[in-house]
């Protein structure tokens, strides 16, 4: 299972590529069951389309 650090990191880089098969399965078991990161993985969602709803905004 991946410790917390590796779920917020694949995470982070899930804004920027798609994850291989394995990283998915393995983010998804880990955030059923660790609900911090979890709720960071949320938080990092909405701050991503905050940000391109201002791009757009702004552009």
């Not at 899930?14 to 955030?31: A, F, G, I, V």
Request: hydrophobic share 30%; charged share 20%.
């Amino acid at each position: 299972m991946l410790t917390c650090r590796q779920a917020t990191q694949l995470l982070s880089e899930k804004q920027d590529r798609p994850l291989l098969l394995r990283e998915q399965s393995n983010l998804q078991l880990h955030l059923l069951v660790c609900r911090s990161c979890h709720h960071y993985g949320k938080q990092i969602k909405t701050l991503s389309q905050l940000s391109k709803a201002f791009k757009n905004f702004d552009g």
